[in-house]
């Protein structure tokens, strides 16, 4: 079975600042990883996926993510954050054990950077 | 850039009406997409659609439920008889069909409905 989890409902930062949302999963085999991004009254955009090879995926936006396999996590990174990065953020985890094809997806995280 | 469209954007219903969402997704994408979304919780996955047929559906997807692609652009969600907890977000996704599973997906913005 696969599961993900979005521990924080809300991160706050200063605008400049690194910013990290935090997501860790649970997989009986390999792991598809992925960030989407939801902006008010639009649909999730994709940011970025880990499929496999580097452990540091680049993605849209400025927007990184690591996969670390040893702690079950895939926390998103920015180095500086912006105003407009302020949107609801969500991970989500692909079994490649299991029988599915379809991506589970976390409760999101709302990102509120501050002037 | 190409996007995923739905219609309506709000849909208010009373309880045990049929309703329909309309879906337009990305033209050269191959697998459509059911999720919804109640208010301050997760994204949940509702039914998967490939070469005219449900490819996977989720516990969700009861009796209640049917998809259709009527026409060559077109790719709808029926609910029959709604429930009051039938109330969230509904968004519509598509991907590509390279090779499923891997490829992200892009999705509408999604409609509201609201069961009264």
């Known amino acids: 079975a696969q599961s993900v989890a979005q521990p924080e409902d809300q991160v706050n930062v200063a605008e400049g600042n690194p910013l990290t949302v935090k997501c860790t999963y649970s997989v009986s085999g390999n792991p598809y990883l992925f960030w989407y991004v939801q902006y008010p009254n639009r649909g999730l955009q994709f940011l970025l996926k880990y499929i496999t090879g580097d452990n540091l995926v680049k993605g849209s936006y400025g927007f990184e993510a690591e996969f670390n396999k040893s702690q079950t996590s895939f926390h998103l990174k920015k180095p500086s954050a912006l105003v407009s990065d302020s949107a609801l953020y969500f991970c989500?985890?692909?079994?490649?054990?299991?029988?599915?094809?379809?991506?589970?997806f976390g409760r999101g995280t709302s990102l509120i950077v501050h002037p | 850039e190409p996007e995923v469209t739905q219609t309506p954007s709000h849909q208010v219903t009373q309880m045990g009406q049929e309703v329909i969402l309309r879906c337009v997704p990305i033209s050269n994408h191959l697998y459509f997409y059911w999720y919804r979304q109640i208010l301050g919780q997760k994204v949940e996955f509702l039914v998967s659609f490939y070469n005219n047929e449900i490819s996977e559906k989720s516990e969700i997807f009861d009796d209640q439920f049917s998809v259709e692609r009527p026409d060559g652009s077109n790719f709808t969600l029926k609910i029959r008889s709604t429930k009051l907890e039938d109330s969230a977000m509904y968004f519509c996704?598509?991907?590509?069909?390279?090779?499923?599973?891997?490829?992200?997906?892009?999705f509408g913005p999604g409609t509201r409905l609201t069961v009264l």
């Open positions: 989500a985890v692909r079994d490649t054990a299991g029988g599915s094809y379809i991506p589970t």
């Open positions: 996704a598509s991907s590509e069909a390279r090779t499923s599973g891997i490829n992200e997906q892009f």
